[in-house]
């Protein structure tokens, strides 16, 4: 069954949107360094009870992310293939929906609150299964799966399907290295954070600017 997976994924190798990937990538990067309360709780948890905590957050973190994966694929895959007005309709809402999360970035505080009074003590297998829960029955991530997803499909030929989990895969692989690094640098990240007031405002900005970049490449892909 792994044959034939790798073997179907080199036959439609050649005919893969690079550039599309490469600016997924990007993307989830910018994201997952923008200030968010995921990072934010492992940076906490890092500083507060060590780096081995803060990458269990990660990882539970990071396996909930392959639910929602499956919802959205199974669920757009589905819609992409039978209905091209409705798929559009989403297309558009997903470009909205994003506008909206800008606009919201916005209208926020840039400052980086970073209190560590009440981070509470928990063993590693309990920050995993919170971690995983946490991103699990979590509404917007799926919210922001189906918005940002469907307007980065890569390939003509490749199945709708597995272009998503291709999409979910890297979103898991590039948000746990972002969240990673977080984790073992957390005390360098909160000096320079602590030192540097500005930080905030740049990861704002850069923030907003991603989702409005998104939003475009969404509202302007081809089905």
């Not at 995921?38 to 948890?45: A, H, R, S, T």
């Not at 991103?135 to 922001?144: A, E, G």
């Not at 540097?196 to 850069?206: A, N």
Request: charged content about 10%; some cysteine; aromatic content about 16%.
């Amino acid at each position: 069954m792994l044959t034939l997976f790798f073997d179907y994924f080199y036959r439609n190798f050649i005919h893969l949107n690079y550039d599309l990937l490469i600016s997924f990538v990007f993307a989830t990067s910018v994201l997952a360094l923008s200030p968010g309360p995921d990072n934010i709780y492992v940076l906490m948890q890092s500083i507060v009870n060590g780096k081995t905590y803060g990458l269990a957050t990660v990882a539970g973190l990071i396996s909930g992310c392959l639910i929602h994966t499956t919802l959205v694929a199974f669920g757009i895959s589905a819609i992409i293939k039978e209905n091209d007005t409705l798929f559009f309709v989403i297309k558009v809402l997903g470009a909205l929906y994003l506008l909206y999360l800008a606009y919201k970035v916005y209208n926020s505080s840039s400052e980086l609150s970073l209190d560590s009074g009440h981070v509470p003590k928990k063993s590693t297998t309990q920050l995993f299964q919170q971690g995983f829960i946490m991103n699990v029955l979590n509404p917007k991530v799926s919210i922001f799966f189906l918005a940002f997803f469907p307007g980065f499909l890569f390939s003509d030929s490749m199945n709708t399907i597995l272009q998503f989990y291709v999409l979910g895969l890297l979103f898991m692989l590039v948000s746990a290295i972002v969240f990673s690094t977080i984790a073992i640098l957390a005390g360098s990240i909160s000096n320079y954070i602590k030192t540097h007031k500005k930080v905030g405002v740049y990861l704002k900005w850069l923030q907003i600017i991603v989702f409005i970049g998104i939003a475009i490449i969404i509202f302007t892909s081809e089905k």
